[in-house]
């Protein structure tokens, strides 16, 4: 039986079981007038029934589907032909991925695969039982369960209190999902990072001034020692951020102020849209127009008054950068200026202060925590754009502040790294991994010292 079958089937089985539990609380209570009896809603009866009867079946489908393969897989390398029933190792891993193409019908016709034909069709075999075998366990449980959890249905039943804490256990379960998600990204990237500072100092990645990480694979093999110093690419990083962050913060602070103070409802009706579909932009789309548009418009420019402006210059990335960034930090400060109690322009109206006047000495003062949070909040993101800076900016490491000149980032030196068959074990790979934690160790900072001040403000004001 193939899985999609198997989900309808239990769906309809949990379905049936809701019902009948629910009709059946409503028997017990005496019919649809005297539910006031049962001590929960005939609904939550219906759930507790569902529930039981949908938990063991889905725990059994998440067993099968975790460890079914590699016990299939390892009958099959019992039963494998004689002439690879004794190796191991990456030859072995060689075999079984030639099994399971076979499987899959892709195979190529090769002498090996004509002769792990017959291991390819046990595990076929294999797979056709297992999926008989899980549909008869999770059918078989399902009704169980709804049989047990139906039996003890009472007027004096607690059902809600067992959903709701069913519930409880879910909501627990999804928050430490993400939380150990987080963790192992960050454990992942710790232990490669550790690899790479074991080959390079700390301090020279840190505080070294040339970026050039090219090394020899081969002992016999001529080739660059390589250079980590990353001070380049963090101080391409901060110009191209800094750029993006002088087109953004006042545009989308002067949007945010005009929208929430001087816009009419139509108006703002009509804006606010526009923004929000702005922010839903693919950033590829944004790398494609400050590559194809900004940059020679800049270059131009830059030629008609005589000075010389690179083809990639941060000027141009960070631009695009700041026009992207332009709705989340309008979108952010409207929200908190919005939420500044309307009694403050009162008062400063009453006592003959203008509008402009109340905006600039009463609400924006009053605001001023939450705009620098979800200013933070906007400098995390413009460090941590990929594609924009991928596609538009320089991939030379330049220690300069010039804005007309190329530089690159620490995203662009990732995405350099790490594309293609790259060896795992060279410091060149490894050296993405540690410019990942130094930009997720910035990002992380600035995100906690945003909600900090988010969270003062919002202690202040609400």
Request: proline share 5%.
């Amino acid at each position: 039986m193939r899985l999609p079958t198997l989900l309808l089937i239990l769906g309809a089985l949990v379905f049936a079981t809701f019902v009948l539990a629910r009709r059946r609380a409503i028997s017990m209570a005496g019919g649809q007038r005297h539910i006031s009896a049962l001590h929960s809603l005939p609904s939550h009866y219906g759930c507790f029934a569902a529930m039981w009867a949908a938990g063991p079946a889905l725990l059994l489908l998440l067993l099968w589907v975790a460890g079914s393969d590699p016990v299939l897989m390892a009958r099959v390398v019992e039963a494998l032909p004689e002439p690879y029933r004794s190796i191991d190792g990456p030859r072995l891993g060689l075999v079984v991925n030639d099994v399971r193409t076979l499987a899959a019908g892709r195979g190529t016709g090769t002498a090996q695969q004509l002769a792990l034909q017959p291991s390819a069709d046990l595990y076929l075999a294999l797979q056709e039982s297992a999926r008989w075998l899980l549909a008869i366990s999770a059918i078989a449980s399902a009704l169980a369960g709804g049989v047990l959890a139906g039996r003890r249905i009472s007027p004096r039943f607690r059902a809600r209190n067992h959903v709701e804490a069913l519930i409880r256990l879910v909501l627990v379960a999804a928050s430490t999902v993400a939380i150990f998600t987080t963790v192992g990204i960050l454990l992942s990237v710790v232990f490669e990072a550790a690899r790479f500072f074991a080959r390079v100092p700390f301090q020279e990645f840190l505080f070294g001034l040339q970026w050039s990480p090219q090394t020899a694979i081969r002992p016999d093999q001529v080739g660059s020692s390589g250079a980590f110093g990353a001070v380049p690419l963090f101080a391409g990083t901060v110009l191209i951020s800094a750029i993006a962050m002088l087109v953004a913060v006042p545009l989308g602070l002067m949007i945010a102020i005009y929208l929430s103070e001087y816009a009419a409802p139509r108006v703002r009706s009509f804006v606010k849209p526009v923004l929000e579909i702005l922010a839903g932009i693919p950033t590829v789309v944004y790398g494609y127009f400050a590559a194809i548009t900004v940059a020679p418009l800049l270059r131009e420019a830059g030629a008609a008054l005589g000075l010389d402006v690179a083809s990639e210059s941060a000027l141009g990335v960070g631009l695009v950068m700041g026009v992207m960034i332009i709705p989340f930090v309008s979108s952010l400060s409207d929200d908190v200026i919005n939420a500044v109690p309307q009694s403050l322009r009162d008062g400063s109206l009453a006592l003959g202060a203008t509008v402009s006047e109340t905006i600039r000495r009463v609400v924006v003062p009053a605001a001023l925590p939450g705009i620098v949070g979800g200013v933070l909040l906007a400098v995390s993101r413009a460090i941590g754009e990929t594609m924009i800076v991928v596609m538009a900016a320089g991939l030379s490491a330049r220690l300069t502040a010039n804005p007309l000149e190329a530089v690159t980032t620490v995203t662009v030196q990732i995405a350099t790294l790490l594309v293609g068959d790259q060896e795992f074990d060279s410091p060149k790979t490894l050296a993405a991994f540690a410019l990942g934690l130094v930009l997720f160790a910035v990002t992380l900072l600035l995100n906690v010292i945003a909600l900090r001040v988010v969270r003062r403000y919002r202690e202040q004001y609400e």
